[in-house]
């Protein structure tokens, strides 16, 4: 019986390592992805900043106007395919990495449902910003990509003019006002989701060690 109960013991210690290491690869991949991402946001908080220090547009090029009213969102998610095959409990209640587990259980259940509200208020909100940009008939929209010589007919100054005076009027800069908000607050989500990463990808290097 002892022998038996130590070769099934061994059996999920090896497992539970298995599954700890790869975590530590999903992980990995998340601060890549999250470290990535977040350089994107500081340029695009940089190019909005830049904008609404602007009071004269007529010798910016339309493409410049149009980037800094862009409305992207990033919908970044926490890779959890590992811990989703992580579903022994005889695996998981090992007592050597218990605290780990526990660690890893509150990154992909409690960081990331509160990952998953500001990426749906990210969207939500950038959704409202388009509306706002796209749909109030005074610009004609370009949202095609090259390839697809979809024409634009409107007039280029007029399409400029207009854009130009939207993006001046107080309500324009306080949409732009509220899209700097925005990314701004998804940098801080991506921000306190990559130290996790980063804290949780070094215990599990120490309880790896310590077998």
Avoid at 118 to 124: A, C, I, M, P, V
Avoid at 170 to 193: A, C, D, F, H, P
Wanted: net charge negative; glycine share 2%.
């Amino acid at each position: 019986m002892q022998i038996n109960n130590w070769n099934e013991y061994n059996k999920n210690h090896d497992l539970a390592v298995k599954y700890l290491k790869n975590v530590q690869t999903d992980l990995a991949r998340d601060t890549s992805v999250f470290s990535s991402t977040l350089v994107t946001i500081e340029q695009i908080k940089d190019f909005k900043a830049w904008g609404l220090q602007q009071q004269d547009f007529s010798t910016i090029d339309v493409n410049y106007l149009s980037a800094l009213i862009s409305q992207k969102y990033f919908n970044i998610q926490s890779n959890d395919q590992a811990f989703q095959r992580m579903n022994d409990p005889n695996v998981m209640n090992i007592i050597e990495f218990d605290s780990v587990f526990m660690a890893i259980n509150s990154y992909y259940t409690f960081n990331q449902d509160y990952l998953n509200c500001f990426n749906e208020w990210d969207k939500e909100s950038s959704l409202k910003e388009s509306d706002y940009w796209n749909l109030q008939g005074i610009n004609e929209i370009n949202f095609s990509s090259p390839q697809d010589s979809i024409p634009i007919i409107q007039d280029p100054e007029i399409r400029k003019q207009r854009l130009e005076d939207r993006i001046l009027s107080l309500e324009g800069r306080n949409y732009i006002k509220m899209s700097l908000l925005r990314v701004s607050t998804i940098e801080g989500i991506y921000k306190r989701q990559l130290e996790t990463a980063k804290r949780l990808i070094t215990r599990i290097e120490k309880a790896l060690e310590s077998i």
